[in-house]
């Protein structure tokens, strides 16, 4: 009788003679293998394992029918099984391990990151908007004879105040919400809250003439808003000279205002209060945005502030041991965030600080 082959529940006592057992394994292994080889996925392979050697299979069913064999038969026949399905089995490995291969293949390639791509209308990275507007600040005063100097972050209370004539307890020390670090004695070191700490460092180390700016960043404990960080950067200007007048600032300043911002912005001081100078200014710069016609940024009056200015404070160079009778000076101060700002229209500066892809590429 040519039927199916009888499976562990077939009909039991004799069951299908050995002969026929063996071919029965041989078809089930050649069919086998050839699926094996076709299997696309290792889902599939998976399936197969579990069709061709597991539990349920017909190999298996094959194996549990040899108790009606003959003992020596029963021996042959289920050594040739358990050969059947290693050969199997082997073949289900490896073609596992080739389907693991190329799927890996597969994802590797839809995860590669090309480095090297530049999309269409981007940019391949540069100079953010600040280190450009600091660089063309230090250019402008470059042009007009300037060095440039710089000084630490962190600083020492008595070059960030009380060689700026602001003696421990000034009432004016308030104008600046300082971070103190956790150093030395109590409110000692402090990261600087402006760049005038740069001016005595560098009295102490160069003799006059001395004209530098010093471009950096400085450190407030500020909340910051649309027109304030409490990380920003400024600029200052130091001029020490002999016979150094107001006119002398007056003029660097509109000289500075026309070269950066371009012609027709002009200058113009107010009396203010630094420590520091004295007389000392408020400068601000015609509106760029109404060209000084009034707006809402410059609340109609045609002018923006800037920065901070004045003669430098007799104190000041006694601190540093320069002779008030023989030497006299300006100093300036204004932020290079603001700058940017002022020119380019920023609304607001916290963007400068988000790194978005929208307004770097603008820059
Ligand atoms: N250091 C001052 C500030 O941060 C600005 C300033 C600099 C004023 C130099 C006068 C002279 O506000």
Redesign the pocket.
Known sequence: MSGPVTGPHGPSGAGPAPLDRREEAARIVAEGLRAVAEAASLEELRALQAELVGKRSALAGLGRSLGSLEPEARRVVGAELQEARSGLEEAIGSRRSALEQAERAVALQSDRLDLTEVLAGSSRGHLHLLTQTRDELEDVFIGMGYRVAEGPEVEDDWHNFEALNLPAAHPARG??DTLYLDQGDSESILLR????PV?IRVMQTQPPPIYIVAPGR?FRRDTPDARHLSTFH?I??LVIDRGITLGDLAGTIESFTTAYFGPGMHSRLRPSY?P??EP?GEFEVTCPICAGSGCRTCTGTGWIEL????MVHPNVLGAVGLDPEEWSGF????GIDRCAQVRHQVPDMRVFLDNDLRLLTQF
Not at 307 to 310: N, R
Not at 331 to 334: N, S
């Open positions: 104008m600046w809250t402006h760049t005038s001016q400085v400024q200052e200007g630094f520091f100078t000392s920065g901070g200015c004045g100093a300036f101060g204004f």
